[in-house]
């Protein structure tokens, strides 16, 4: 059974960083398409950023520069940093996965199998 179990958030200061971990079991993930996504508030779920099989990543036009994706497959896991933290990025963030290579990270959340339960960023002002 595959599971994704992200940690890291927590509550912050504007200006502070935060570094998401996102590690995965029951299977290994070295090739497949991960993502972050993120839920504010009364918000739809928006896509923060994808990591495709070529190392490529694409960010969400409005974040980049602040968000910076990794991964670690020996660790079957995907990291997020992100710094400059603001109000506004307050959201439960969650890491995603397919079963597809993709060398374009899909920015869809309906392209991506697997999710985990989310983790909590609080940034105070």
């Known amino acids: 059974q595959v599971q994704l179990a992200e940690s890291g958030g927590g509550l912050v200061q504007a200006g502070g960083s935060l570094r998401l971990s996102c590690a995965a079991s029951?299977?290994?993930?070295?090739?497949?398409?991960m993502g972050w996504f993120r839920q504010g508030p009364g918000k739809e779920r928006e896509f923060v950023a994808a990591?495709?099989?070529?190392?490529?990543?694409d960010y969400a036009d409005s974040l980049k520069g602040r968000f910076t994706f990794s991964r670690d497959n020996v660790k079957n896991t995907v990291f997020l940093r992100i710094t400059s933290l603001k109000p506004e990025d307050t959201a439960v963030y969650f890491c995603?996965?397919?079963?597809?290579?993709?060398?374009?990270?899909?920015?869809?959340?309906?392209?991506?199998?697997?999710w985990g339960q989310g983790t909590q960023v609080t940034v105070s002002s």
């Open positions: 995603a996965a397919t079963d597809s290579t993709y060398y374009s990270p899909p920015k869809d959340h309906n392209q991506y199998d697997y």
């Open positions: 990591l495709g099989w070529s190392g490529r990543t």
């Open positions: 029951g299977r290994t993930f070295s090739r497949e398409a």
